[in-house]
Nanobody, 123 residues
């Protein structure tokens, strides 16, 4: 059974950093495009970053470019989202997902989703 499990969320002060983890089981992350998404209270889900399954290039939302970075460990089937210079507007539930790169970039539904981890940026 395919599963993704996020961890690492919590409360952080503005300007701080946090690293989210996503443990993947049931399939190889190598076989899919991967992405991180977030949903703030009262708002629609938005794409944070997508990594292509072909050339491994990563595309970031303008709102996080230069502050967030995806990394993976294919041997351990793990992915991470490193977040720096956090802002209150980054407060959201963050989800890792796997599917097609087109789905990730276009905001279509991905094949597999985690249950999310809450990040709160507040002083």
């Amino acid at each position: 059974e395919a599963q993704l499990a996020e961890s690492g969320g919590g409360l952080v002060q503005p300007g701080g950093s946090l690293r989210l983890s996503c443990a993947v089981s049931g399939f190889s992350i190598d076989a899919y495009a991967i992405g991180w998404f977030r949903q703030a209270p009262g708002k629609e889900r938005e794409r944070v970053a997508c990594r292509s399954d072909t050339d491994r290039s990563t595309t970031y939302a303008d709102s996080v470019k230069g502050r967030f970075a995806i990394s993976t460990d294919n041997a351990d089937n793990m992915m991470w989202l490193q977040m720096h210079s956090l802002k209150p507007e980054d407060t959201a539930v963050y989800y890792c997902a796997a599917g097609s790169f087109v789905s990730c970039m276009m905001g279509y539904d991905m094949d597999y989703w985690g249950k999310g981890t809450l990040v709160t940026v507040s002083s």
